[in-house]
């Protein structure tokens, strides 16, 4: 529970002084509170812990933040390489280079979007989502309802768990209702017992499974 007489004072002493001075209120933008910036508490027992508030931005992705991409792919790559029982992925050394590269491609060419979360001007945060057509004959056993797919979705493990992959999570579901589909899907690396987890936390449960066996 919060103190709330601690977390009016602390309102106060970082909001008053903007009170008297109308120009700057409208340069620093309060409409935010409207859209997709956020604050996010951390608390211990009674105590805001301000050391750990995070001024976060939810945008679509900009070609300006395409090294922090580059970047985040490669550090999820290198935990799933990390966390990978059969020693079977790998990060190329063109990687970095190319994989960026080619998911925006597949998110330009399938109706989907990037969104990144932005921290002091640099991407933090991304997830990217697409709306795959189907094939010609995959009518024949399944009722092919329009749905959208989640090709990437990472946070910076400097400030994981503060709720960011929840609202990247939500503005990829907001998009994928804005355009009809009924379903949301995703691939998770069966060796990823926190993606698992965190899916299974926002709604998602499995339908197929893909073994593997070597001989």
């Keep these: 529970m919060i103190n709330d007489e601690k977390f009016k ?17 409208k340069s620093f933008k309060l409409y935010w509170f409207c859209i997709s910036r956020i604050f ?7 105590n805001v812990n301000l050391e750990r508030i ?9 070609k300006k933040y395409l090294e922090d991409v580059r970047d985040l792919l490669v550090e999820l790559e290198e935990y799933l390489v990390s966390i990978d029982k059969d020693n079977l992925d790998q990060v190329h ?3 970095r280079e190319k994989m960026a590269l080619l998911d925006l491609e597949e998110v330009k060419n399938n109706n989907g979007k990037c969104y990144i979360a932005v921290q002091n001007k640099k991407a933090v ?10 094939d010609e ?9 329009k749905h959208g797919e989640i090709i990437e979705l990472v946070v ?10 929840n609202l990247l999570m939500k503005k990829m579901e907001e998009y994928f ?3 009809g589909c009924e379903y949301v899907m995703v691939d998770v690396f069966a060796y990823n017992d926190n993606a698992i987890k965190f899916y299974d936390k926002n709604g998602y449960h499995a339908r197929m499974y893909r073994d593997i066996k070597k001989i």
């Excluded at 995070?54 to 900009?62: G, L, N, T």
């Excluded at 945060?125 to 189907?134: A, D, H, N, V």
């Excluded at 004959?137 to 309802?145: I, S």
Aim: proline share 4%; with cysteine; charged share 25%.
């Design 9 to 25: 004072k602390y309102k106060l002493c970082r909001f008053s002084h903007y009170s008297y001075d109308p120009w700057y209120l």
């Design 40 to 46: 996010f508490y951390s608390m211990n027992s009674d």
């Design 54 to 62: 995070i001024v976060m931005e939810i945008i679509e992705y900009e």
């Design 93 to 95: 050394s063109e990687y």
């Design 125 to 134: 945060g991304l997830i990217m989502g697409c709306i795959f057509p189907y």
């Design 137 to 145: 004959y995959d009518y024949l056993d399944y009722k092919c309802p």
């Design 156 to 165: 910076t493990k400097k400030i994981r768990n503060n709720g960011i992959g």
């Design 177 to 179: 209702k804005l355009v």
